[in-house]
């Protein structure tokens, strides 16, 4: 069974760090391009991040580029967003996604994880 | 980036009748010499992640059931349910992949009436 499983969420103060991880399970991780999709607290969705298969390409939001930072551990099956000065804007619901082809780009979302919810108030 | 806007925001319709969701983007997802549409769309369900019903506008994932289909090409793409069941209240929205940053629509809600 394909799973994808978040942790990391929080209660952050706005300007402070975090780090979400995705830990995948039942498919061959390095197959597949990963995202990072957010989804604010009744509100749509917005895409955050992606990266290919093997890390070359990589790909951000104008809302995040320059805060956030994507990465992979293909040894370790994970997917990670290091989100830094974080803002109140930054409060969403944080979706592991994979792609359903192999390039980060050009790309729709086969596979959702349950989320793990980001808060940035003080 | 690529706007993509869904109508209506919200869609009562009584179990059994056709339910009908536009999206329109603000420039063509058709690529010319592929002849594809870059175009797919998501259901989400109360305290549930979204699920992904069609891509290339019309392909069907696995598991959708047939009563649900995509159509439209370049601009304009709408999705229908044919003959609306319960399991089929959520949100849907519809999002573009033609660009190298893909954006959703605003979310069309399908309550029964």
């Known amino acids: 069974e394909v799973q994808l499983v978040e942790s990391g969420g929080d209660l952050v103060q706005p300007g402070r760090s975090l780090r979400l991880s995705c830990a995948v399970s039942?498919?061959?991780?390095?197959?597949?391009?990963m995202h990072w999709v957010r989804q604010a607290p009744g509100k749509g969705l917005e895409w955050v991040s992606g990266?290919?298969?093997?890390?070359?390409?990589?790909g951000y939001a104008d809302s995040v580029k320059g805060r956030f930072t994507i990465s992979r551990d293909n040894a370790k099956n994970s997917l990670y967003l290091q989100m830094n000065s974080l803002r109140a804007e930054d409060t969403a619901l944080y979706y592991c996604i994979r792609g359903a082809l192999g390039g980060y780009d050009h790309n729709w979302f086969d596979t959702w994880g349950q989320g793990t919810p980001v808060t940035v108030s003080s | 980036d690529i706007v993509m806007t869904q109508s209506p925001d919200s869609l009562v319709v009584s179990l059994g009748e056709r339910a009908a969701i536009n999206c329109k983007s603000s420039q063509s997802v058709l690529h010319s010499s592929k002849k594809k549409n870059y175009l797919a769309w998501y259901q989400q369900k109360p305290g549930q992640p979204p699920k992904v019903l069609m891509s290339w506008a019309s392909t069907r994932e696995s598991g959708v059931p047939d009563r649900i289909s995509g159509s439209g090409s370049g601009t304009d793409f709408t999705l229908t349910i044919s003959s609306l069941q319960a399991e089929d209240v959520g949100v849907y929205y519809c999002?573009?992949?033609?660009?190298?940053?893909?954006?959703f629509g605003q979310g069309t809600k399908v309550e029964i009436k």
């Open positions: 999002q573009q992949y033609y660009s190298i940053v893909p954006t």
């Open positions: 990266i290919n298969w093997n890390g070359a390409n990589i």
């Open positions: 039942g498919f061959t991780f390095d197959n597949y391009a």
